[in-house]
């Protein structure tokens, strides 16, 4: 059975809401931090938001009072709530530890993403 890292994703219109789950393959009880992830094709790969192991958060100016991301220890998820979705919400959906991955690869380090699309 292949290990499915992102779920949560799909077509919602502008305004809607989804919750994406980050499960990682291994234990993140010792990862300083893990982050959500966003890209489309042709552009580069952006952190939206990232929580540390203190459990601060830190998010991207254009998601700020719109996302959530919370990390649950016991489930060993990640998980980003987004509410009042725009268009330019639009992408794949990654998750990774982001003190590890560098540039490109934070958008597929542990798994192939899952994609959001929000029409109007």
């Known amino acids: 059975e292949v290990h499915r890292v992102e779920d949560g994703g799909g077509s919602v219109q502008a305004g809607g809401s989804l919750l994406l789950t980050c499960r990682p393959p291994?234990?993140?009880?010792?990862?300083?931090?893990v982050g959500w992830y966003r890209q489309n094709p042709g552009t580069r790969c952006e952190l939206v938001a990232e929580?540390?192991?203190?459990?601060?958060?830190h998010y991207m100016d254009s998601v700020k009072g719109r996302f959530i991301i919370s990390q649950e220890t016991t489930r060993n998820a990640i998980t980003l709530r987004m509410d009042n979705l725009r268009l330019d919400d639009t992408a794949r959906y990654s998750c990774?530890?982001?003190?590890?991955?560098?540039?490109?690869?934070?958008?597929?380090?542990w798994g192939l993403g899952t994609q959001v699309t929000v029409s109007s």
């Open positions: 990774a530890p982001s003190r590890r991955c560098y540039g490109g690869s934070c958008c597929n380090y």
């Open positions: 291994d234990s993140t009880t010792n990862t300083p931090a």
């Open positions: 929580v540390q192991s203190d459990g601060s958060t």
